[in-house]
């Protein structure tokens, strides 16, 4: 059940009550691809930094190790040893990366796996099945990742066979969350809206999904290579069409000026890799815009990342010890890194929270922006 708390402007402050556990918004998952944050990232350090939601991949699961061995194995809070909520995409984004690999039918879609070459075929009802063996908290709805640049004719059928996809996924989740076996009968379905920059068909989209009742509404196919400014765009156009009483989640979204700019047009759920991913080259966040710490300029810097940061990094080491362990390929220094600038999304998170329940969220992100964009520390 989500819980609207308290609303700024467009700004959403609500909780999302789960089997395990509260969720509360607006809130950044943790994107744990394979069951494991890259950068030599534990569980136990999620909970230490914060850390509300993680978020897994369904497609590299079933992949690897497969999701019938996590299901032997309990299910996938179990194997990783997380007692928080789970989200599990639903491979529909992976399927429009492995472009040159695939084929898409009315049944679903037949593509090769990147690991082995062995074919593999994917459609709602697999997706479904895969994620319940999964047993996440949240489990995506299988769509299709239209590239931003899809003409129109291709975009408004796409979006029609995803609609058509949706109920059948949510037949198939119903079906697989009564039967005596499933680890996680409650698991919760999320539905996606698509339709590239084509205001219409988003819309028109998102009405349709609406009348479907699901746990919770994604705008997918966004942060794809169209300009920021069309994907401000689209959330003010569609938003408002997503039940506002529904968490609303931005896949795939991004820097830490997306998801300000993104939580006042009312969304409240964000996932993206740049946290880890910038940290694995040295590039860290800070209050006052991004450092990339193999610059010279930190080989005698003994002050923390962020003076005031409580993150495991700044509490222990300095910015040179930080920058030799990166120089050498210590994997000290790339853990480091990502703990900091996951620390730095999740506090960013917990303000934003803050700033809604006291009605003073323009200002907030204002403050925000400027001091991010302002002189490097």
Known sequence: MYELIKKDGRAKRGRLHTVHGVIETPVF????????IKGAVATSDLQEIGTLV????TYHLHVRPGDQVIK???GLHKFMNWDKPILTDSGGFQVFSLAGLRKIKEEGVTFHSHVDGRKIFMGPEESM???SNLASTIAMAFDECIPHDADYDYV??????TTRWLDRCRVEMARLNSLPDTINKNQLLFGINQGTTYKEIRIKHAKEISAMDL??????GLAVGEPTEEMYRILDETVPYLPEEKPTYLMGVGTPDNILEAVDR???FFDCVYPSRNGRHGNVYTNHGKLNLFNQKFELDDKPIEEGCQCPACKHYTRAYIRHLLKAKEMLGMRLCVLHNLYFYNTMMFEIRQAIEAGDYKEYKKRKLEMMRGKQA
């Open 29 to 36: 998952m943790n994107v744990g691809t394979q069951a494991a």
């Open 54 to 57: 993680e978020l897994s991949n």
């Open 72 to 74: 032997k194995l309990g």
């Open 129 to 131: 099945q895969i994620q």
């Open 156 to 161: 408004k059928k796409s979006v029609d066979r």
């Open 215 to 220: 746990d919770g509404y994604a705008l997918g």
């Open 266 to 268: 009312g969304v409240d």
